[in-house]
């Protein structure tokens, strides 16, 4: 079965400065990626997925994302972030095409002005 | 474009209660997901219907049932309601259970009192 690790629970950055969120999977074949944004209370929004292709996915919001399998990594990345970006985030994977996705335990992204 | 439609939006029971909650998938999409997120928690995968049918299954309790409608809409049933039982409850629709399609509702908030 396939899962997924964020090894940051919290991240505090200052606003403007860049930013890396870390996920990790396991999966035998070539998973399918997601990264998703909540703010409290609210729901899950998509900002990026990747299945196939260009291992650099372009995402909303400024964020983007690097497929790489000889680390089994999937990294979540903004040049420089927002007060606005202040939220959890959540890595999830699916095994395959034909699979629901799983969540990893996100990270908690604060901003200091 | 039309989305997921989860009702109710919010939802308070007392303890041994039964709540009902609903959830009508993208038009043509015919794969629900349930999904359950506790308070600080990342969303854990419940269970899924493909055509009607039950496709997979996580971490239901035995108090919870779900079923899939001719119409493709899903009902996720709750009896004896527990303190522990409030969190928000995500739907998501996929069309023939693929994982690019995901696409989640804004979910319900069940408070159990």
């Known amino acids: 079965a396939q899962s997924v690790t964020q090894p940051d629970i919290h991240i505090t950055v200052s606003e403007g400065a860049s930013l890396e969120l870390r996920c990790n999977y396991s999966y035998g074949a070539t998973p399918y990626l997601f990264w998703y944004v909540q703010s409290p209370g609210q729901g899950l929004q998509l900002l990026l997925k990747?299945?196939?292709?260009?291992?650099l996915v372009q995402g909303i919001k400024g964020f983007e994302a690097e497929f790489k399998r000889s680390q089994s990594s999937f990294n979540l990345r903004k040049p420089s972030v927002h007060w606005s970006d202040a939220a959890e985030y959540f890595c999830a994977v699916g095994a395959g095409r034909d699979d629901k996705i799983i969540f990893g335990k996100g990270t908690r992204l604060h901003i200091l002005p | 474009a039309a989305g997921v439609i989860q009702s109710p939006r919010h939802l308070i029971k007392e303890k041994r209660e039964t709540a009902t909650l609903k959830c009508y998938p993208i038009p043509r999409h015919d794969t629900v997901y349930w999904y359950q997120q506790g308070p600080g928690q990342d969303p854990q995968f419940l269970i899924s219907?493909?055509?009607?049918?039950?496709?997979d299954k996580g971490s239901i309790p035995d108090r919870f049932s779900a079923q899939q409608f001719s119409d493709y809409h899903s009902e996720l049933n709750m009896s004896s309601l527990e303190l522990g039982d409030s969190a928000l409850y995500f739907c998501?629709?996929?069309?023939?259970?693929?994982?690019?399609?995901?696409?989640f509702g804004s979910g319900t908030r069940l408070t159990v009192v």
């Open positions: 998501a629709s996929s069309l023939g259970r693929r994982a690019d399609g995901y696409t």
């Open positions: 219907f493909y055509e009607k049918m039950q496709s």
């Open positions: 990747y299945f196939s292709g260009d291992t």
